[in-house]
Structures are given as C-alpha cells and as structure tokens.
C-alpha cells in the first residue's frame, strides 16, 4: 500500500538566530504547503538539516509536524542513520510520536555490503509497524542501494514499501522497476527527474522544489498519471531553471535563502553549512522571478 502518491515536501527545519528550532515559523511553512496541496510532509530528512539535530530535537520535530498536520496528510519522519541501532531506536520513537512512515536512507560513511544493507532494513523493520522509504542518495552517502537489493529487500522485509531513488542514474531506476514489476513504489529524489522516474513506474517525488511551487508540483505528478504528458512536461521544464537555482549549493543552503526572500523567517543553516554566497543570491533571485513565485 502506498503511503503516498502525488508530491511531497521535504522540509526545512527553521532556526532561530541563536540555532534554535523556530517552531511557529515551521508551523506557517507546515500550513501553507498543505493549503498549497502538498501531498506528504517529509520532516527530519537531509533538507530538514537532521543530521545537525540531537535526538531530543529530532523528535520533538518531528512530534511537532504530526500534531500540526493532524492527519490531513501523511507525515513520513527521517530516520536512517550510519549506525543501525541509532536508526532502530530514532524509528522507533517516530512511531510512538505519531508519524505515519519513515525515510531511511543507507548508512552512511562507514557504509556497508549489499547485505549490510539488507540487515539494516530488516532491523529497522522488526521494530516498528508503520511503513518504511528506503532512500538510496549515494552522493551522499558512498552507498548504493542495487536494483536487485532493494527488490529482495521489499519482498522479503515487512513495511518495506518504497525507495526514494536519488542517485541521478536514470538506467538504474528503470532495471530497479523492471526487477520489481510493482512490488515496491517508486519516488523521485530529483527533482529535475520527475518524469523519467514517473515513466518508469514511479507514483511520485520527495521534492525542494515543492517549498517554493507546492501546487505546480503536485499539478505535474498527477498530470501525468491521469495521462496529460503534454501538461506534466511543461510544468517539468519551465521549473529546470529555479530547480537548478534551488541546488546551486549543497541542499538546504539555498532552499532556505529562497524560503527567507519568499517572506519566510527560515532563518539560518547550521553549521557545516554555510549561508549562500552573495553571487548564489543573486542566481537564485532572478530565477525566481522569473519563476513568477517572488
């Protein structure tokens, strides 16, 4: 079953000027991408800057994302970690807190064996009930979920139900839906990737792209799989260049730049992340104007 179909948003995380969680500034964004038709909050994932969280603010964040959506959407909470047991115990405790699934991404750094991986959804698996996102983004973590892993994976873990697929690898994504012949859903992880992965058989995206375009993006999901290709590949290709603005440093630096020049108090990025360049600023300006969203 799926847990969503359409667009989801992969949020921010709001800080204050002191590195705080901005709360009520999150509540706003919260609000406003669900009236924008926002079909899943994706919260605590790398654009939700989770990695720089302690775990008693990665679930009160995520505790926090539950209790305002209040069921209206699904809320799918990040939960992977380089170290199984931290991403046993931080899923487990999403679970109690209310979210209605998990994104998973590999373990990271230390990485590990196809079969590592395995073993690593099967351990998350075994400790909750709620339905689980395997997030394969080896840029980032030096792992690469094979196409042949992940079907084994979702067939023979329970709750493990779909992959968001961000490796950028556009062959492998089509082996990966040819292996699985339906049994795991499909989401996009790129979004200048969209309608290559929905043509494949994926049912949606985990996007940026939706902070700043909600209902252009949940527009060009379901265009497509009600069968207007026509419209999906405009709404496609007229974003490719905010898209390209929205990634033109390491993801959340500019989506949260954008987030503030849109009148959100989004606030800072937490350190390693830098604040985005002068130069970036401008780039990421005059594509949203151009974009008709500023």
Known sequence: MS???????????????????????????IEDQIAGSTDAIIVCGTTGESSTMNDEEHIATIKYCVDKVAGRVPVIAGTG??????????????????????????????????????QYYKAISDA?????????????????????????????V???????????????VAKLAALADGCIDIYSGND????PLLSLGGIGVISVWSHVAPKKVHDMV???????????????LEAIDVIDALFCEVNPIPVKAAMNMLGYDAGIVRAPLTELTD????????????????
């Open 3 to 29: 847990i969503f179909t359409g667009a989801g948003v992969a949020i921010i995380t709001p800080f204050n000027k002191d590195g705080s969680i901005n709360f009520d500034a999150f509540g706003k964004i």
């Open 81 to 118: 970690s380089n170290c199984t047991r931290e991403a046993v115990n931080m899923s487990a405790k999403a679970e109690e807190a209310g979210a209605d699934g998990l994104l998973c991404v590999t373990p990271y750094y230390n990485k590990c064996t196809q079969e590592g991986l395995y």
């Open 128 to 156: 909750v009930n709620i339905p689980i996102i395997m997030y394969n983004i080896p840029g980032r973590t030096g792992t690469t979920i094979q196409p042949e892993t992940a079907v084994r994976i979702a067939k023979e």
């Open 158 to 172: 329970k709750n493990v139900v779909a992959i968001k697929e961000a490796s950028g690898n556009i062959s492998a």
């Open 192 to 195: 200048d990737q969209v309608l």
């Open 222 to 236: 379901y265009a497509f799989l009600e069968g207007d290709v026509e419209t999906a590949t405009k709404l496609q």
């Open 279 to 294: 130069a970036h600023k401008e780039v990421l300006r005059k594509a949203l104007e151009n974009y008709g969203v500023l």
